[in-house]
């Protein structure tokens, strides 16, 4: 498979990482431009369902005493709590009814940035005969990040989709898009 390829060909994956409500603007956690990733997601979701190829999203899915909250000791407020409004999905997002959901950072004394972590997303896409993921999503220095590297890891190619993931912080996504490349990410930019 060519890595450079372009996205949703045979052996391909669509993985939509935490596009969640508390990730949006005016969300406990929100990221920034977050919102303008909703067009091109929903594209990628549809070219995916037509071509009838695997589509995977990760959400945060805290318990409401999570390690990584502030009250806690941790970095962050608040965020994604498991069933709340925080959690559910962008308004807007196209995901099928079929897209395998793999829900992290469920472990009240643990967290986990990654897509992989604690869930069966690698049985999943391995079931699928899944060879690369096409991903997309937030936040760019940190789910997006620690899922591409374990991704690379799991010895799955990697197309990042340049027009689908936002950062939190401009210059630590620079730097995390620079890790993913180093490591072996390739980074596609829709033709203009």
Same mark, same amino acid.
């Given at each position: 498979?060519?890595?450079? %390829?372009?996205?949703?060909?045979?052996?391909? %994956?669509?993985?939509?990482?935490?596009?969640?409500?508390?990730?949006?603007?005016? $969300? *406990?956690?929100?990221?920034?431009?977050?919102? &303008?990733? +909703?067009?091109?997601?929903?594209?990628?979701?549809?070219?995916?369902?037509?071509?009838?190829?695997?589509? @995977?999203? *990760?959400?945060?899915?805290?318990?409401?005493?999570? =390690?990584?909250?502030?009250?806690?000791? $941790?970095?962050?407020?608040?965020? @994604?709590? %498991?069933?709340?409004?925080?959690?559910?999905?962008?308004?807007?997002?196209?995901?099928?009814?079929?897209? !395998?959901?793999?829900?992290?950072?469920? &472990?009240?004394?643990?967290?986990? !940035? *990654?897509?992989?972590?604690?869930?069966?997303?690698?049985?999943?896409?391995?079931?699928?005969? =899944?060879?690369? +993921? @096409?991903?997309?999503?937030?936040?760019?220095?940190? @789910?997006?990040?620690?899922? =591409?590297?374990?991704?690379?890891?799991?010895? !799955?190619?990697?197309?990042?989709?340049?027009?689908? #993931?936002? %950062?939190?912080?401009? #210059?630590?996504?620079?730097?995390? +898009?620079?890790?993913?490349?180093?490591? $072996?990410? =390739?980074?596609?930019?829709?033709?203009?």
């Amino acid at each position: 498979m060519d890595p450079n %390829a372009a996205p949703a060909q045979a052996g391909d %994956a669509l993985l939509v990482v935490d596009m969640q409500r508390d990730f949006m603007p005016g $969300g *406990s956690l929100a990221v920034p431009d977050a919102q &303008r990733l +909703l067009a091109p997601l929903n594209h990628w979701l549809r070219r995916f369902a037509a071509e009838a190829l695997p589509v @995977c999203a *990760s959400r945060d899915w805290h318990p409401p005493h999570h =390690v990584s909250f502030l009250a806690q000791g $941790g970095p962050w407020p608040p965020h @994604c709590v %498991a069933g709340s409004d925080g959690a559910a999905f962008a308004d807007g997002l196209a995901l099928p009814a079929d897209a !395998y959901i793999a829900s992290k950072g469920t &472990r009240p004394d643990a967290d986990s !940035y *990654s897509a992989f972590g604690d869930t069966e997303l690698d049985a999943v896409l391995r079931g699928d005969a =899944v060879r690369r +993921l @096409c991903v997309g999503g937030v936040a760019t220095e940190l @789910c997006v990040l620690h899922t =591409v590297l374990d991704a690379l890891h799991l010895g !799955y190619a990697v197309l990042l989709l340049g027009d689908s #993931i936002a %950062a939190l912080d401009e #210059i630590d996504g620079a730097r995390a +898009l620079h890790t993913m490349r180093a490591a $072996g990410a =390739v980074l596609w930019e829709p033709p203009r």
